[in-house]
């Protein structure tokens, strides 16, 4: 299997976990206690796996881990990606509370966010876009419309 498939399938199954989980969290939580809960456990998860991300012979991974936090774009990415995931989880957490389906909130908000994506993959990460890549955008505004009619 190819790396890249690996890791797809591996945040495939994470978000088969996050989205039961997230509709499993009792009313009576508080969602920022629920969500401080479980990034200590993602924190905790992120420092065990930590040493094994390096590339090979790099020295101390703790040292290279958190030095390359503090150079170039870091901070601001740090920061960016901590304020998506956190509308991420209220998100998902507050709309499974309104009632939503677990069948298609995925899809939906993944569907939705591709389409934001792409004029910024295209204005800044100089992503090429094509005919095929058009008609599959076709495909997703038709499948949110079919999914937003249940």
């Known amino acids: 299997m190819k790396p890249e498939l690996l890791f797809l399938a591996v945040a495939a199954v994470g978000v088969v976990i996050y989205q039961f989980a997230q509709k499993c969290v009792p009313a009576t939580v508080n969602p920022m206690a629920m969500l401080m809960a479980a990034y200590g456990v993602a924190f905790l998860l992120c420092l ?4 094994f991300l390096q590339p090979a012979g ?3 991974p703790w040292r290279l881990a958190f030095a390359g936090l503090a150079q170039g774009s870091g901070p601001w990415v740090a920061l960016a990606l901590g304020v ?3 509308l991420i989880e209220v998100g998902f957490l507050l709309a499974f509370r309104a009632g939503v389906s677990l069948q298609w909130s995925g899809v939906a908000v993944n569907g939705a966010a591709s389409l ?3 004029p910024i993959a ?3 990460f100089r992503e090429a876009f094509a005919l ?5 955008i076709l ?7 079919l999914l937003s009619r249940t």
């Open 48 to 51: 065990v796996a930590l040493p």
């Open 58 to 60: 790099a020295g101390n």
């Open 84 to 86: 998506g995931v956190l």
């Open 116 to 118: 934001l994506l792409i």
């Open 122 to 124: 295209i204005a800044v």
């Open 132 to 136: 095929p890549k058009a008609l599959g």
């Open 139 to 145: 495909l997703v505004l038709a499948g949110l419309a």
